[in-house]
């Protein structure tokens, strides 16, 4: 259970440890293990979570498990079993703490890096594979798994989330403790689009039940975020009318306090939220990119340390919650959830071309079946030829 709730005027964090950026950052997970119990912001809110031990470990268990089928798909792209990936290494706590935060009517709307997000919603995650491989469009039931497409084009599901939020409220969904409501995220570099604005300005005016959830991991593609902000990111919420806090995106559970108390403000008809995980992408943009072009490795040496997962196994070990046995489990399980993983990649069937055509409309189309048919005639030309 996460505990903060939102005061009227609320203002950014003005805490954080001493790897806080300026202006601070909620953190309740020290990188060297310290769990700091609480923490209050500027404006008076409390954030502080409430887990068991095995809910603890049941975290850390998620955080290695979604490492380690990242490092999976990155070993199969590059041996050209995947035709792109776009790893989420160093951002695993960003990813499950506000993952774990949604409750089980709340919708999310993910770009194409979430797949923290998706396994913590109990989707197969050798869904995205498929995606990526070129298979399919990515087969898991949106409403069935309250977890929408991936998205590709930068920035636009922030659109369809706040569409959807308002749907919410018009079907008269929020309001009270039970009632729905909607993430979408976005990175750094999304910000400067005009579509992420629009949906602001929308979710503001309309009182949208909506968490903007920015995963800054510092660079859109090879533009550092100087190029994308003058001003921390979270300060933006302002100019639309409703409150921004910036996180240590590392720390697991501030992720997961600060994302269930503004979903919970949301669902309750107090709005949206911005929140920005302050974070770092420690591998490339996606396979096709190349980091050391555009970043110094000291850099990257220095997020080592902040590394999200760590912290949290020296938090097990310091508040003896967990052992070596119990370590050697979670690593093991990965292990063989991944290479389970590779077999059932590796044994995908190549579609059929003509294939395409079957799910354009729920129930085709004289159209489609003209486009259907010439395709296929088309195709046999070829068949002898060589080509």
């Known amino acids: 259970m996460a505990k903060g709730e939102r005061k009227a005027g609320a203002v950014p964090p003005s805490g954080g440890g001493?790897?806080?950026?300026?202006?601070?950052?909620?953190?309740?997970?020290?990188?060297?293990?310290?769990?700091?119990?609480?923490?209050?912001t500027a404006d008076g809110t409390t954030y502080s979570v409430d887990f068991t031990d095995e809910e603890y470990r049941g975290l850390y268990r998620d955080l290695v498990t979604v490492r380690r089928l990242d490092a999976e798909a990155t070993a199969l792209q590059r041996q050209g079993e995947l035709g792109l990936w776009a790893s989420l290494l160093g951002q695993e706590a960003a990813q499950v703490g506000s993952g774990r935060a949604l409750r089980p009517q709340d919708m999310a709307f993910p770009t194409y890096r979430e797949h923290g997000v998706l396994y913590c919603r109990g989707i197969d995650?050798?869904?995205?594979?498929?995606?990526?491989?070129?298979?399919?469009?990515?087969g898991w039931d949106a409403n069935e798994h309250k977890f929408n497409s991936y998205t590709i084009v930068i920035g636009s599901q922030t659109l369809h989330a706040t569409g959807y939020a308002m749907g919410v409220t018009m079907d008269g969904k929020t309001g009270s403790p039970d009632g729905e409501a909607v993430i979408a995220y976005f990175g750094d570099g999304a910000t400067s689009q005009g579509e992420v604005n629009e949906s602001f300005v929308w979710s503001g005016v309309?009182?949208?039940?909506?968490?903007?959830?920015?995963?800054?991991?510092?660079?859109?593609?090879?533009?550092p975020l100087e190029r994308q902000t003058r001003i921390p990111l979270y300060n933006r919420a302002a100019g639309y009318g409703f409150p921004g806090i910036r996180i240590d995106g590392n720390d697991v559970l501030a992720s997961y306090a600060v994302t269930r108390a503004a979903l919970d403000n949301a669902r309750n008809g107090q709005g949206p939220t911005l929140i920005e995980a302050y974070t770092y992408r420690m591998g490339a943009h996606t396979s096709s990119d190349d980091p050391t072009r555009y970043r110094i490795a000291s850099e990257v040496e220095s997020w080592k340390a902040k590394d999200p997962i760590a912290r949290v196994k020296a938090f097990l070990t310091k508040q003896k919650l967990a052992g070596d046995?119990?370590?050697?489990?979670?690593?093991?399980?990965?292990?063989?959830?991944?290479?389970?993983?590779?077999?059932?990649?590796?044994?995908m069937p190549d579609p059929q071309p003509v294939t395409m055509f079957d799910h354009v409309y729920p129930n085709g189309s004289p159209e489609l079946d003209e486009q259907r048919q010439a395709f296929t005639e088309y195709h046999a030309s070829f068949e002898g030829s060589g080509h």
């Open 18 to 40: 001493t790897d806080a950026p300026a202006g601070g950052f909620v953190q309740l997970l020290t990188p060297d293990g310290e769990h700091l119990g609480s923490v209050t």
């Open 125 to 138: 995650p050798i869904m995205p594979f498929g995606l990526f491989r070129g298979v399919d469009q990515g």
């Open 206 to 223: 309309f009182n949208a039940p909506i968490v903007f959830f920015c995963q800054n991991n510092q660079y859109a593609i090879s533009e």
């Open 325 to 347: 046995d119990f370590f050697a489990e979670v690593d093991e399980g990965a292990k063989q959830l991944a290479l389970s993983l590779r077999e059932r990649v590796l044994a």
